[in-house]
């Protein structure tokens, strides 16, 4: 059954049963009261009249001859007496008689009291006791059925029209109540078709309240949707990159390797080759070791220990001897902190790499500084290097992973764009930042930025 339906059902039966239930009873109790209130008059009427015969009553005027004589007078006042000597009627002034004799069975000086129905017509009868015999006094009371009757029929018809208004304000009511809901379904089924733009009408009721919690819903849900549709995208290209990154060097690999099985080459190009291979191998080697700690070093805890800055630049330092000295350059230290927490390895890779991306985008024979120190309860470590800088539009690109400026340049390195994806995530999992400044032509820094704790 439909909400509109339940709502509707639901105010209108209960309401109407109350209302005919309430009329009812007034009706009941008005027509109790009434009657009451006759058989009351009734009796004071009869009991006057008994002291009226009381008082007139002789030796010679007996009760029976004073009804008898009376009986005109009360008749034309349309009260009616029954006299009965020995449980006989012998004197009757109108045209009915009692049914129920019961009633003649009364005490002395106590009145009983009946109501008959003799043709449709209601009846109160009375009885008291004249010495050994009894008057039964009656007339008729059929206005009283006959307003019970009135008002009966006046409350049908109120209660109809008051069912018409009823049933009207119940529908109304109940369109009110649910025309927000169906079209709160309509908008949901937008959504199912992924159509976000929903405005439903806000309020301050629960209905309003529901409207608004719905429109943040499908704003969180347009975002939510935005966001896994940016990191399918994203992934995609990821692995588009890695497909062609691998294939690169692997193809130049077969290249080479064919070349030295089908060609008979001088020892000086068979030399040249084989180192080609090498590099190309050391290549993919980098790549797998940086992918390898993006995706599972990067969801590992690892433990927070303190480490020497000393010995970490002393480590960086020996790695890259070779390539600073073949570079001419040299690595300017200003070490103001002694220890840092976190991860020894990974500090050791995140500085290398980028002191290995200064000597590749700076000239020979420039230098490159590595300075550290502590501020308002952070720690830097600073790379700056006097090379070709970075331009602004590329500042924000080059952390993606796969990213290059001079994809030419980064592969001559060795490169493939994961270096900076790669500290990045050691600082994430550090808690850590990463800022990068440049000036194009005239060189980058790279900061890490740590809490102390
Ligand atoms: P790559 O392996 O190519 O060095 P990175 O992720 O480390 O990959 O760096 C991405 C790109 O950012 C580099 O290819 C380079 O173009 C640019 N880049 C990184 N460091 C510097 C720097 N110190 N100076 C100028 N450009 C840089």
Same mark, same amino acid.
């Given at each position: ?19 005919? $239930? ?13 009657? @009451? ?39 034309? /006042? /349309? ?72 008002? &009966? ?5 109120? !209660? ?18 649910? &025309? ?34 719905? +429109? ?13 549709? =940016? ?9 588009? +990159?890695? $497909? ?19 060609? @008979? ?20 080697? @980098? ?24 010995? !970490? ?20 230290? @200003? ?5 840092? /927490?976190?991860?020894? &390895?990974?500090? !050791?890779? $995140? ?15 420039? =230098? ?14 600073? !790379?700056?290097?006097?090379? &070709?800088?970075?331009?602004?539009? +590329? ?39 990463? =800022? ?5 032509? /005239?060189?980058? =820094? ?8």
């Amino acid at each position: 059954m439909k909400l509109s339906s339940k709502i509707f059902l639901g105010m209108f039966i209960p309401s109407i049963v109350i209302i005919i $239930a309430i009329v009812s009873m007034l009706i009941k109790s008005n027509f109790n009261n009434e009657l @009451d209130l006759v058989r009351d008059k009734s009796v004071q009427e009869y009991k006057n009249i008994i002291e009226n015969f009381e008082n007139n009553v002789t030796e010679d005027v007996t009760y029976y001859t004073l009804v008898s004589n009376y009986k005109n007078f009360f008749k034309e /006042k /349309k009260i009616y007496f029954e006299y009965y000597i020995d449980g006989e009627s012998s004197l009757n002034s109108g045209e009915l008689t009692l049914k129920n004799k019961d009633l003649l069975d009364v005490k002395d000086n106590k009145y009983n009291l009946l109501i008959e129905n003799h043709d449709g017509i209601h009846y109160v009868f009375i009885s008291y006791k004249l010495e050994e015999d009894v008057l039964v006094y009656y007339k008729e009371i059929e206005s009283v059925y006959d307003n019970y009757q009135q008002n &009966i029929n006046l409350s049908v018809t109120l !209660v109809i029209i008051l069912s018409i208004l009823l049933l009207f304000v119940s529908y109304v009511i109940s369109k009110l109540i649910t &025309i927000p809901l169906s079209n709160m379904t309509k908008e949901m089924e937008k959504i199912s078709n992924k159509d976000y733009n929903i405005e439903l009408k806000e309020g301050n009721d629960e209905i309003g309240v529901v409207a608004k919690k719905f +429109n943040e819903m499908s704003k969180k849900i347009e975002e939510n949707e935005n966001e896994l549709l =940016k990191y399918i995208e994203s992934k995609q290209m990821f692995i588009d +990159n890695l $497909a062609h990154e691998m294939n690169t060097p692997l193809t130049s690999i077969k290249g080479y390797a064919e070349a030295l099985e089908k060609f @008979d080459l001088s020892e000086e190009k068979k030399v040249k080759y084989l180192t080609y291979i090498q590099s190309e191998s050391d290549r993919i080697s @980098d790549m797998y070791k940086k992918l390898l700690f993006l995706s599972y070093k990067s969801n590992v805890d690892f433990e927070v220990q303190d480490v020497s800055i000393d010995k !970490v630049i002393g480590i960086i330092k020996d790695d890259l001897k070779e390539r600073l000295d073949t570079h001419n350059t040299k690595l300017v230290v @200003d070490n103001k902190c002694d220890n840092f /927490k976190g991860d020894e &390895i990974m500090f !050791v890779m $995140a500085i290398s790499n980028l002191i290995k991306n200064a000597l590749n985008n700076s000239d020979k024979g420039t =230098k490159v500084y590595v300075n550290t120190y502590d501020k308002e309860n952070k720690l830097y470590i600073e !790379v700056v290097d006097e090379g &070709i800088g970075i331009s602004k539009e +590329n500042i924000s690109k080059i952390l993606e992973p796969f990213y290059r400026v001079d994809k030419n340049r980064s592969r001559k390195n060795g490169g493939a764009g994961l270096g900076l994806a790669l500290v990045l995530r050691i600082m994430e999992l550090h808690k850590g930042e990463l =800022k990068i400044e440049s000036e194009e032509g /005239k060189g980058s =820094k790279f900061i890490l930025i740590f809490n102390k704790d």
